[in-house]
């Protein structure tokens, strides 16, 4: 656990997080560079832990905790998580990897890359969300009211899995997940 106050000192000052282990910044951080976790945990353990900077995740988890978080994240592989915290929907840049956290706002949501993105969380958004490249998986509800498609790329690039709901009725029967082309119509 970090509880000082990170700031910029002569230039922008980044954070780069390595390693299995876990950190938690619980300061009122003012730093501006960029933050990077490319392995192990970081953890917000105050609403501004992250500071000003814009956020990567390339392998390992950012946690959230139970604070709204504010800064810009990319997600190319990994974990941006949390059971409480959130980030609004139009801040998150996706690729591949899972997302626990609550996406939230009024903002649109848009998987625009290639690779698998798994949407976990118990999302509260209420933009559109767009699937432009790769697959978007939905394991919980509520699941994306407002699906929209741009027609970049082949459909066969493009895809929402969301798994129906559990059945209650037929317990011999398991429900299986169905795959919906993005934009059956796009070229």
Request: hydrophobic letters at 35%; proline letters at 7%; aromatic letters at 4%.
């Amino acid at each position: 656990i970090f509880s000082g106050t990170l700031g910029d000192n002569t230039g922008a000052t980044a954070l780069t997080k390595t390693g299995s282990n876990t950190w938690t910044l619980s300061g009122n951080n003012t730093y501006s560079g960029a933050t990077s976790v490319s392995a192990g945990t970081l953890t917000a353990g105050h609403a501004a832990a992250f500071g000003t900077s814009t956020i990567t995740i390339n392998g390992g988890t950012l946690a959230l905790g139970a604070f709204n978080i504010t800064n810009n994240v990319t997600l190319t592989s990994g974990t941006l998580s949390s059971t409480t915290g959130s980030i609004a929907a139009n801040k998150v840049t996706p690729a591949a990897g899972t997302i626990s956290a609550i996406l939230s706002g009024s903002g649109n949501f848009a998987k625009s890359a290639a690779g698998t993105l798994t949407l976990s969380g118990v999302n509260t958004y209420t933009g559109t969300t767009t699937v432009s490249s790769g697959t978007l998986i939905t394991n919980t509800a509520p699941w994306p009211t407002r699906v929209v498609s741009s027609s970049m790329g082949p459909p066969s690039r493009r895809s929402i899995i969301i798994p129906p709901p559990p059945l209650t009725s037929m317990p011999a029967v398991q429900p299986r997940s169905q795959v919906f082309p993005a934009s059956p119509s796009a070229p």
